[in-house]
């Protein structure tokens, strides 16, 4: 995967109380861009460079997160926010080489086809009826079968249409990743948000979005008030599974299906052990999720420093939340009688992460998630401005 290359210079005045950012974008040559998106990612909020590649973005009160220097053929810039805060910086970004990058594996549009679908249920979500990239014939794939690997990338910006949540997103999809063989996927991008309706059925939609989600969590856990929003965090592991086959069983079954493909003899017995290991393997998961302490206390996976929030875990973190829809009656919100639990796993990757009001963790893409959390796709997702109720 390229690396991200930018560079930003500070100059001028440092205002204290200020919380805008300005300054000029150009290439490292000098020259002025102009047209370049100027956004907080995952906000509402955006400027746009004007002919002379100058740009001035009010945040309001927001504090932490990333700015975005984005231009279609552009490399993109990301940048802390609070690094820019009421200062002038000079952005310098440049054009996309046109050196062809050496490619091992193809991008065809036989793995578009082949894969498309995969892609949408992954990145947007299995209910697509209201949602759709509206340019998505662009997005290119490459699929190595020999490692069953495959790889998405977006020479353009993603114009992502979601009516069921009332905004228009622009999404710059960084990193699309999925390994078949561990089953895992991932993705990696930033994004601004256009919203396109205000009727009382999308302020709903928002609601049920929001109410269980990943935002939600990271929002309750920064303010301390897991409890009263209505979570509870257990500490989990994952331990071997004692019904998988043992590594010797794995052998033997790996070593009588290397005699047959070898001397290509289908042949050869197939015993009774073979087939109680085979049934063993296809019944069972290698791991099982074992709690060990439930209804765990912030301290117990959490460290304050000067007003500052960290995840600090090794294990795995269970989340667990009692969902209620909102549905309207009589013209208001109110919850529905039914209930239902959701469960989530967190898996932190890195030693430490700090987690942000605005309900976002600073390194998102080290935050392994599983269950209910890795379900809430681009489909659900809301900016990070959102207030509950808007």
């Not at 353009?156 to 561990?182: H, M, P, S, V």
């Not at 089953?183 to 990696?188: A, E, R």
């Not at 109680?276 to 290698?286: F, L």
Request: net charge neutral.
């Amino acid at each position: 995967m390229r690396f991200l290359q930018f560079l930003i210079f500070f100059f001028g005045t440092l205002f204290l109380y200020s919380q805008t950012i300005s300054g000029k974008i150009q290439t490292e040559s000098g020259s002025a861009i102009s047209d370049v998106n100027v956004y907080l990612d995952g906000t509402k909020i955006s400027t746009v460079s004007t002919s002379d590649g100058s740009f001035t973005l009010d945040i309001h009160s927001q504090k932490s997160g990333n700015l975005i220097f984005q231009k279609d053929s552009y490399e993109t810039s990301i940048f802390p926010v609070d690094k820019a805060i009421g200062k002038s910086v000079k952005v310098i970004i440049n054009k996309v080489s046109d050196i062809e990058e050496v490619v091992i594996v193809p991008y065809t549009e036989q793995a578009y086809k082949d894969f498309i679908n995969y892609f949408l249920d992954q990145f947007i979500g299995l209910d697509r009826d209201d949602i759709r990239i509206k340019n998505q014939r662009m997005l290119r794939f490459s699929y190595d079968k020999k490692n069953q690997f495959l790889k998405v990338k977006a020479p353009e910006t993603l114009i992502i249409e979601n009516k069921k949540l009332g905004y228009t997103i622009q999404y710059n999809l960084i990193n699309f990743e999925a390994d078949f063989k561990t089953k895992s996927t991932s993705y990696l991008g930033t994004s601004f948000f256009k919203e396109t309706s205000f009727r009382k059925e999308i302020v709903l939609n928002r609601m049920n979005a929001y109410k269980g989600s990943m935002m939600h969590f990271l929002r309750s856990l920064y303010n301390n008030e897991l409890e009263k929003e209505g979570f509870t965090v257990n500490h989990a592991r994952r331990i071997p599974n004692p019904a998988y086959p043992t590594e010797a069983e794995l052998q033997r079954l790996n070593d009588h299906f290397e005699i047959v493909k070898s001397q290509k003899n289908s042949t050869l017995p197939w015993t009774d052990e073979l087939e109680a290991i085979s049934q063993k393997k296809m019944k069972n998961t290698e791991f099982v999720m074992a709690i060990l302490k439930i209804k765990m206390k912030e301290s117990d996976f959490t460290k304050r420093k000067d007003d500052r929030l960290f995840i600090d875990f090794e294990d795995l973190l269970q989340v667990n939340y009692q969902k209620y829809y909102y549905e309207i009656k009589k013209g208001e919100f109110v919850k529905s009688a039914g209930v239902v639990t959701q469960s989530s796993f967190i898996h932190p990757e890195a030693m430490e992460f700090e987690i942000f009001k605005e309900g976002l963790s600073s390194e998102p893409d080290q935050l392994i998630l599983e269950g209910d959390f890795s379900r809430q796709n681009i489909s659900k997702m809301l900016p990070l401005d959102y207030q509950f109720g808007n």
